[in-house]
């Protein structure tokens, strides 16, 4: 009985010892990749790092890391930036592929291709594919992770500046609103307050605001990279003396603004009896 048990013992010793051996060994897939990002913009880059294994007993001659997109073609979706680990790469087709030459029996390669996502890609997910490709032999394909391509963001950066100028006892002030981009801005809202020891004067191309002092200076549209200006005034009296500050500050427009630090602009004058200086 115990030799038995001795026997049973040592053969299931001996199957681990085997299962683990076979383990060890494992041998890689032929090909494999790993993706920077999953999700990326139009106009954006990412990288693809596709490693190759000869796992065959013979040498692959004149070996490519190879990609498609399985539901269309991936050269009409990315321009290829770079590829190093390859000595040269191009495209055939609906593939990308970087040439790694002869590839020996048990050894490996890797490729690092860099992409841009064209400007113009369809928006949505494909399946990236992967293969090692020889002239001599051509291993299976796979199928890797997806990749969702998404829009880019639309923006336009309105910038405001305030200038003042002064003529007898009336203060002009001028906002100059630019759209610095990328894309052009509509239903901009710029607003202008007077300052709290001048009265507000009629005449400017902003619109006041019921009986306050505060105006709004709006413009419909601008072009990326146009700038238009608008104008609202305010009146000294003998009473007015010390610090007269305007403000002038975006609260609107369309698509959204990604710059904060420009959407306001301040002028300070100063007053004494009805000599003002800015």
Known sequence: MRTIRAALVTALVGAGLVTGAQAASAVPPTSAIEVSTTSVQQGQTFTVTQTLYNDRDFT???GKATLYAKETSLPGLVDLVSCPGAFACDTLGGSVRGGVA???????RTVVFTFRVKDDAPV????????????NYAFDTFDGPTLTITPTPHEADVAVSL???????????????????PDDATNVRVVGAVPSRLSYAAGGTCTRVGTTRNVNCDVASLASGAST???????ANLLTVGLLQATAQRTASAPADPVAANDKAVRNCTALLLIVRC
Not at 102 to 108: I, L, R
Not at 163 to 181: D, E, H, L, M, Q
């Open 102 to 108: 002869d590839v020996p029996a048990g050894e490996s």
């Open 60 to 62: 692959v001659t004149g």
């Open 163 to 181: 200038a003042a100028s002064v003529r007898a006892s009336r203060v002009t002030y001028t906002v100059t609103i630019k759209n610095v981009g």
């Open 124 to 135: 949505g997910t494909i399946t990236l594919q992967h293969q090692f490709v020889g002239e």
């Open 229 to 235: 200006t608008r104008t609202f005034a305010a009146d």
